[in-house]
């Protein structure tokens, strides 16, 4: 297929009532935008960590009633799954693109790794542009540009995932839909690339 990027089409699918109408415009306009990514991604992403990656795209197959407000795919070092390990996310919510590291609250390896990032937190300052955002949660939309976090709210976050079983650590990227859809495929690429560039030493940490 031709990649040309993502549509207004394509975030106004989760608007769509229902679970089965709003599964079936999922699986019909952006599943095979995300499966797309997933295999063009899956070579660089191996070549850049050194390890063979394994893309997932979401199939969202424990939902019975409501329907999902986010879909992705994920790339990790994993054949069978990647929850359990240090991933990639490339996904959208109905406001925006997202491209994320996560070590999300099924990883052994999470409070290692957060505290990793107490003790690395000014290399990380200086690494990670302003503009990039964290979160703790990655069933929320919401997130927090790294610009605006004081030190002390950004080794509370590290704290958490070392000492609540829930919480999780995810930092990247988020492309507002409007910006997003007035992008290329090509220039949609170009920006994930960069953003995976840019994360790659979070990978390297664990």
Not at 5 to 34: C, H, S, W, Y
Not at 190 to 203: D, S
Request: with cysteine; charged share 25%; aromatic share 12%.
């Amino acid at each position: 297929m031709t990649f040309n990027g993502f549509t207004t089409e394509d975030f106004n699918v989760f608007n769509i009532d229902g679970l089965e109408n709003r599964m079936t415009a999922i699986q019909e306009q952006i599943r095979p935008k995300l499966e797309y990514l997933g295999g063009l991604f899956t070579p660089s992403l191996s070549a850049m960590t050194g390890d063979e990656m394994f893309y997932h795209v979401a199939k969202h197959a424990r939902r019975s009633v409501n329907p999902p407000d986010d879909t992705w795919v994920a790339f990790a070092n994993n054949k069978r799954g990647y929850k359990k390990h240090p991933h990639f996310q490339i996904g959208l919510w109905e406001t925006h693109l997202f491209v994320w590291f996560a070590m999300i609250y099924e990883a052994p390896g999470k409070a290692a790794f957060g505290k990793m990032v107490e003790e690395r937190a000014d290399e990380i300052r200086s690494m990670i542009p302003g503009h990039f955002v964290w979160s703790g949660d990655h069933t929320k939309p919401e997130a927090t540009p790294f610009s605006t976090m004081s030190h002390e709210n950004f080794i509370a976050l590290s704290e958490r995932v070392q000492h609540v079983k829930k919480a999780e650590l995810l930092c990247g990227l988020h492309l507002d839909r409007d910006e997003v859809t007035n992008l290329s495929g090509e220039e949609l690429i170009e920006k994930i690339n960069n953003a995976f560039e840019t994360l790659l030493p979070f990978y390297k940490m664990n």
